[in-house]
């Protein structure tokens, strides 16, 4: 059974604004599925309607065979959703966030304090369960509001970028809690990121979306075989030749493009890049120079993207977060 | 839902709000500072030189449930500030998907500004009793004083909801409601008796939820003269349902 069917999904915001259009696919139950698409894609648009809080503007999506906008309260059951913002009450401790949530989702008061208190020990939290949540740092709080989202075991868990911000060793955790709770509890993970390494790390299932449409879907390993593109990185020992002589002669190679990344290092892409390594090396050759290192890897989601969608996905950094932060923390020192 | 699950789901949002207020006292005393400033600057002064008549009881006796009732619709009346703030932050999005009826969602925020209503009228009623006001104090009384300062400030705080969710940015709610404050308050009986206003805005009092509340106070705490309170709660309640179920409405357009 599927546990998320959208059919022909569109959603056109007040001010004739499309974020999504004729949005189809499915989810098999017990999979992780992730939606990749860099800034403004539609990704929380179409998060949004599946966790009931938005009506499409046209088509129809069911979570386990239950229509989203046509029975929404017996969707919110079954579901759990971790918004993009950090949307812990940051006025509340972090024990008092998952007590609320465990009362609105009606977990019996036996059960209650020992399912908190699992949680807070696996989300690595125990220790700072009586402090306000303005005093957690972004990681701390992405962890807590995981943690409140799967305290009543919802059969789908919706997380719209899990892990924007976190360090490495936050991002790992985060991941690790999701493929347990995969694992271990047979949850459905509907997730959305822009970050590569972390749709290749988690997801089963990959659709890559781009303005509002969905390009393709697949499995990374699937997705990669569509490209049979791969990259030669080689770092030239010195730069006193003419870049646009080697450039044409490389990319005179069928399906071959490349340029400098900077002026010694070299990225070429080329369909299978071990049949054309000798012939590229040869070409270097002749023009002089010779080669420091030299690296050659298959087709990365990035040229998945970037073949579905015509366009880099943006990398997003240290900086983007600490914007989100930033807005946080002034919202709550207006309040 | 059953009527138990609602009830119970509206108290949880209504006990995290004012766990929220226990965390930040703040602000709570802060807003006590503005009632005493009107009951001891303005309401002396006036008393002192008989400026409205107030028949045969003193203008700080009958300036006290006004001012009350000012200081309540004040400080409810910006509640929905919180909403928005809320929504930004994806707190409302997260209370949204979770099984809870939007009913239980504005019930519960309204109603805990009743929280803040209450603590105002204690100090309020502690310092004018310092100033020579008697109150009627029987059990009865009380309770309907209780109620009534919970159901205007839910009554305010769901209207506020409502433009919250109407106006959706912060700069032009502020605007607004700092409109629409100043005409419910002089167009109301809180600082004198309908009676001294010119005929037309004694219409308009009719329609001023304020001017109920101001009226079931007085007559609970100084006149006690009930006669007219079936009749005002009964308005004032009326209000109150229509403002909750706006702000149902409020909510689900927020998320829009
Ligand atoms: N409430 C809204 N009103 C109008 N337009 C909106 C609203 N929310 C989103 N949009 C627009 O819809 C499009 C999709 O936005 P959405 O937030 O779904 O993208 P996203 O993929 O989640 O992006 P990000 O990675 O930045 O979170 C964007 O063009 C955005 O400007
Ligand atoms: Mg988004």
């Not at chain 2, 009958?62 to 928005?84: C, H, K």
């Not at chain 2, 100090?123 to 109150?135: K, M, N, Y």
Request: hydrophobic letters at 45%.
């Amino acid at each position: 059974m599927n546990a998320i069917d959208v059919q022909h999904l569109s959603k056109i915001y007040r001010g004739d604004i499309k974020a999504i259009s004729d949005l189809s696919f499915t989810v098999g139950a017990g999979s992780v599925f992730g939606f990749l698409g860099p800034n403004g894609a539609g990704k929380s648009t179409a998060i949004k309607i599946l966790v009931t809080l938005m009506n499409p503007t046209a088509g129809d999506a069911r979570i386990f065979d239950i229509d989203v906008s046509q029975k929404p309260k017996e969707i919110r059951r079954i579901i759990g959703y971790v918004p993009q913002e950090l949307s812990a009450d940051g006025s509340l401790t972090g024990y008092e966030n998952l007590l609320l949530s465990a009362k609105l989702y009606e977990i019996p008061p036996k059960e209650r304090e020992q399912r908190i208190a699992d949680i807070l020990e696996m989300m690595e939290l125990a220790s700072r369960a009586d402090s306000l949540i303005d005093t957690y740092s972004g990681g701390m709080v992405r962890r807590l509001e995981i943690g409140q989202a799967m305290l009543h075991h919802p059969r789908v868990l919706f997380l719209d970028e899990p892990t924007i911000g976190l360090d490495p060793a936050g991002r790992a955790l985060v991941w690790r809690q999701i493929r347990k709770l995969n694992h271990d509890e047979g949850m459905t993970i509907f997730l959305t990121t822009h970050y590569m390494e972390e749709a290749e790390a988690l997801c089963t299932q990959i659709g890559i979306i781009d303005r509002g449409q969905l390009s393709a879907v697949g499995s990374p390993t699937q997705l990669k075989e569509t490209i049979g593109v791969g990259t030669i990185r080689i770092v030239l020992s010195s730069s006193q030749f003419s870049q646009s002589t080697l450039l044409d002669m490389i990319t005179s190679i069928p399906g071959a493009s490349a340029l400098f990344q900077d002026p010694q290092i070299l990225e070429i892409k080329v369909p299978n890049p071990a049949e054309h390594i000798t012939e590229i090396l040869q070409l270097i050759k002749t023009n002089g120079i010779s080669v420091n290192d030299l690296e050659l890897r298959g087709p990365t989601l990035e040229d998945v993207f970037l073949k579905y969608t015509g366009s880099h996905l943006e990398v997003a950094g240290p900086k983007e977060w600490k914007s989100i932060k930033q807005r946080r923390r002034s919202v709550r020192r207006a309040s | 839902m059953t009527l138990w699950q609602s009830i119970k789901k509206t108290s949880t949002i209504f006990e995290f709000e004012v766990r929220k207020l226990r965390h930040d006292p703040f602000e709570v005393f802060v807003r006590l500072i503005q009632p005493t400033l009107w009951l001891v600057i303005f309401g002396t002064v006036f008393t002192r030189y008989r400026v409205i008549d107030t028949g045969n009881i003193s203008y700080l006796a009958f300036l006290t449930p006004g001012v009350m009732a000012q200081s309540l619709m004040f400080t409810a009346i910006f509640y929905g500030i919180a909403i928005t703030w809320d929504k930004d932050s994806g707190i409302l999005a997260k209370l949204m998907v979770t099984p809870t009826g939007r009913g239980s969602i504005v019930l519960g925020k309204g109603m805990s500004a009743g929280v803040r209503g209450l603590l105002q009228a204690v100090v309020i009623i502690l310092l004018a009793l310092a100033l020579g006001v008697s109150f009627v104090f029987s059990p009865l009384n009380i309770l309907l004083v209780i109620f009534v300062i919970v159901l205007a400030a839910t009554c305010f705080a769901c209207l506020s909801i409502v433009f919250a969710s109407l106006l959706r940015r912060r700069e032009r709610f502020m605007g607004v409601i700092q409109l629409i404050t100043m005409p419910l308050f002089f167009a109301s009986n809180a600082l004198y008796p309908v009676s001294v206003m010119p005929v037309p805005l004694q219409y308009v009092t009719l329609v001023n939820p304020l001017y109920y509340v101001v009226d079931c106070l007085r007559s609970l705490l100084i006149t006690n003269d009930l006669s007219n309170i079936p009749l005002h709660l009964g308005i004032l309640l009326v209000f109150t349902i229509l403002f909750v179920f706006a702000g149902m409405y409020g909510l689900k357009r927020l998320m829009q």
